[in-house]
């Protein structure tokens, strides 16, 4: 019963299976193999961006800080919702990779920044001259902090109040995956189509044992990330390995059937919760994240049980579960059975 972080899956026996298949021989270090070939040229299929800029690195917290180093100076500010990870979980990374950027949060009751909080934030800052950092970029994910999905609709009107005022727009992407199996759309229509510049796209949430991509959608904003991310130590030399995960993670749509299972554990498990005595549902359930209220009682037995899982906030019996693609309709049950005792 293990609910405290999707990054606790293990890997299924495809992306093994294929990172198996990369070992036999030697190949090209630094990218220069068939694979990464093959890894960028499906990201840009997925996302009908054949000009786009792709750059595998091994963890989200770089893809995130290279990609807004590429997208925000040194004397920019990045606008983020006030839960995100960016500002809360990622050791000052994004700071460090854009030279000293301000990341600063807005509003964002349900994990969503609100269009309005945004546009003042940005206007704000943008009034008070030669003394304070400059809009650069926003930054939102997808799925959010607390599981909500941004639709390609509301994507679309955060990126609007950036672009009319010359801010980049980046994706944190962590849990795209999960996003996609909810909303039912195309991967181009939930980032730059609804006007993401940069993205962010996680694969380590979502089964592989490490490996993500920056996607840049206009080449013209790529300029140097190759000398970035070798800078900060992310230009693998057997890079082959990363691509392998990429390319089996990709192959046959297995990407979104994993996020489809997790996503399903997640609403059998909100289903159930909320059938409790004493449940409640403190977001809405769009993902693979859960996030409730529960009687101490009940926690205790399932930690008594065998139950991982996290408390969320300042505790009180709020908790965050996460399921993955590994977990199963007997951990979930399992799970509420301890929790009515």
Same mark, same amino acid.
Not at 89 to 108: M, N, Q, R, S, W
Not at 204 to 211: D, E, I, R, S, V
Not at 274 to 291: I, T
């Given at each position: 019963?293990?609910?405290?972080?999707?990054?606790?899956?293990?890997?299924?026996?495809?992306?093994?299976? #294929?990172?198996?298949?990369?070992?036999?021989?030697? #190949?090209?270090?630094?990218?220069?193999?068939?694979?990464?070939?093959?890894?960028?040229?499906?990201?840009?299929?997925?996302?009908?961006?054949?000009? %786009? +800029?792709?750059?595998?690195?091994? *963890?989200?917290?770089?893809?995130? $800080?290279?990609?807004?180093?590429?997208?925000?100076?040194?004397?920019?500010?990045?606008?983020?919702?006030?839960?995100?990870?960016?500002?809360?979980?990622?050791?000052?990374?994004?700071?460090?990779?854009?030279?000293?950027?301000?990341? &600063?949060?807005?509003?964002?009751?349900?994990?969503?920044?609100?269009?309005?909080?945004?546009?003042?934030?940005?206007?704000? !800052? +943008?009034?008070?001259?030669?003394? #304070?950092?400059?809009?650069?970029?926003?930054? !939102?994910?997808?799925?959010?902090?607390?599981? *909500?999905?941004? *639709?390609?609709?509301?994507? %679309?009107?955060?990126?609007?109040?950036?672009?009319? @005022?010359?801010?980049?727009?980046?994706?944190?992407?962590? @849990? &795209?995956?999960?996003?996609?199996?909810?909303?039912?759309?195309?991967?181009?229509? $939930?980032?730059?189509?609804?006007?993401?510049?940069? !993205?962010?796209?996680?694969?380590?949430?979502?089964?592989?044992?490490?490996?993500?991509?920056?996607?840049?959608?206009?080449?013209? @904003?790529? $300029?140097?990330?190759?000398?970035?991310?070798?800078?900060?130590?992310?230009?693998?030399?057997?890079?082959?390995?990363?691509? $392998?995960?990429? +390319?089996?993670?990709?192959?046959?749509?297995? /990407?979104?059937?994993? #996020?489809?299972? %997790?996503?399903?554990?997640?609403?059998? !498990?909100?289903?159930?919760?909320?059938?409790?005595?004493?449940?409640?549902?403190?977001?809405?359930?769009?993902?693979?994240?859960?996030? +409730?209220?529960?009687?101490?009682?009940? &926690?205790?037995?399932?930690?008594?049980?065998?139950?991982?899982?996290?408390?969320?906030?300042?505790?009180?019996?709020?908790?965050?579960?996460?399921?993955? /693609?590994?977990?199963? %309709?007997?951990?979930?049950?399992?799970?509420?059975?301890?929790?009515?005792?």
């Amino acid at each position: 019963m293990f609910f405290a972080s999707d990054n606790g899956a293990p890997c299924p026996a495809p992306v093994m299976a #294929a990172l198996a298949a990369a070992n036999d021989g030697p #190949a090209m270090p630094y990218g220069a193999d068939p694979l990464t070939a093959r890894a960028v040229a499906m990201i840009r299929d997925l996302f009908e961006a054949p000009g %786009a +800029a792709v750059h595998l690195v091994a *963890t989200g917290t770089a893809a995130n $800080a290279l990609a807004l180093g590429a997208v925000c100076p040194a004397y920019g500010a990045v606008f983020c919702a006030d839960q995100a990870h960016i500002l809360h979980d990622e050791c000052g990374a994004p700071e460090f990779y854009t030279g000293g950027a301000k990341l &600063l949060p807005v509003a964002a009751p349900d994990g969503r920044m609100d269009p309005a909080a945004l546009a003042a934030a940005v206007d704000r !800052l +943008a009034g008070a001259g030669v003394h #304070a950092v400059r809009p650069a970029a926003v930054s !939102l994910s997808n799925l959010s902090e607390l599981g *909500t999905l941004h *639709t390609p609709a509301q994507v %679309a009107e955060l990126a609007a109040i950036a672009h009319a @005022r010359g801010l980049a727009v980046h994706m944190d992407g962590a @849990r &795209l995956a999960n996003a996609l199996a909810t909303a039912g759309c195309s991967p181009a229509e $939930a980032t730059w189509k609804a006007g993401v510049d940069v !993205l962010s796209l996680g694969g380590t949430k979502n089964g592989l044992m490490g490996a993500e991509a920056v996607v840049i959608f206009d080449p013209a @904003r790529a $300029a140097d990330f190759d000398r970035r991310r070798k800078r900060g130590g992310h230009l693998l030399s057997k890079h082959r390995y990363l691509a $392998a995960q990429i +390319a089996a993670w990709l192959e046959g749509g297995l /990407w979104l059937d994993l #996020a489809t299972r %997790a996503n399903a554990m997640a609403a059998r !498990l909100a289903a159930g919760i909320a059938a409790l005595p004493g449940g409640r549902l403190l977001h809405p359930v769009q993902g693979n994240m859960v996030f +409730a209220t529960l009687p101490a009682p009940s &926690l205790a037995r399932a930690r008594a049980a065998g139950a991982r899982f996290y408390p969320h906030g300042d505790g009180h019996g709020a908790v965050r579960l996460v399921a993955s /693609w590994a977990t199963t %309709a007997a951990e979930v049950d399992g799970f509420l059975a301890a929790l009515r005792g």
